[in-house]
T-cell receptor
Framework: DAKTTQPNSMESNEEEPVHLPCNHSTISGTDYIHWYRQLPSQGPEYVIHGLTSNVNNRMASLAIAEDRKSSTLILHRATLRDAAVYYCILRDEDFNKFYFGSGTKLNVKP | DTAVSQTPKYLVTQMGNDKSIKCEQNLGHDTMYWYKQDSKKFLKIMFSYNNKELIINETVPNRFSPKSPDKAHLNLHINSLELGDSAVYFC??????????????FGPGTRLTVT
């Protein structure tokens, strides 16, 4: 299975940018990089995904390294509501599977 | 409107019992999933159905049997419950992907406690 490696936890101040790193050195050419987050006592929530190019949406930006072996989720201005566990996931398109790693617990300080 | 719903939200039962968890999605998606999140918070895919057909079965014990009566529903039946089955079970759905990738929508989870 393709795997991802993320720091266990990170801390940020409210209204500051946050860069959440993810390593996926065994990524294959057909794997998409997805990011989800899970707020306490809730199901995971989609954040963003990409294949090779950097991506932006209303929630975040995704920066993908040129060799695709790592990526960074960027929250431009963290809010208290962004405190969650963030999962970097590789999606196997051939078999339609998502492989969740251990995630990064983001703490946002007021 | 709830996109992916699960019932019940909490389920407490004794070892050896048989129980079911229901899942419904109103998004018109073709693919549905069951995930298990253990006490260490690892999320692991168990099953996936596409248009009522099983497409993923991740070496789950055969005590777990998914049933999809139609593409909007995917239920999970568990026989002979064991202590190790205690976890939060999440249902999810998604469109069948083309080449663009797709997102999954998760339900709120069912916390199963086996005593």
């Amino acid at each position: 299975d393709a795997k991802t490696t993320q720091p266990n936890s990170m801390e940020s101040n409210e209204e500051e940018p946050v860069h959440l790193p993810c390593n996926h050195s065994t990524i294959s050419g057909t794997d998409y990089i997805h990011w989800y987050r899970q707020l306490p006592s809730q199901g995971p929530e989609y954040v963003i995904h990409g294949l090779t190019s950097n991506v932006n949406n209303r929630m975040a930006s995704l920066a993908i390294a040129e060799d695709r072996k790592s990526s960074t989720l960027i929250l431009h201005r963290a809010t208290l509501r962004d405190a969650a566990v963030y999962y970097c996931i590789l999606r196997d398109e051939d078999f339609n599977k998502f492989y969740f790693g251990s995630g990064t617990k983001l703490n946002v300080k007021p | 409107d709830t996109a992916v719903s699960q019932t019940p939200k909490y389920l407490v039962t004794q070892m050896g019992n048989d129980k079911s968890i229901k899942c419904e999605q109103n998004l018109g998606h073709d693919t549905m999933y069951w995930y298990k999140q253990d006490s260490k918070k690892f999320l692991k895919i168990m099953f996936s159905y596409n248009n009522k057909e099983l497409i993923i079965n991740e070496t789950v014990p055969n005590r777990f049997s998914p049933k999809s009566p139609d593409k909007a529903h995917l239920n999970l039946h568990i026989n002979s419950l064991e202590l190790g089955d205690s976890a939060v079970y999440f249902c999810a759905s998604s469109q069948v992907a083309g080449t663009g990738g797709h997102e999954q929508y998760f339900g709120p989870g069912t916390r199963l406690t086996v005593t």
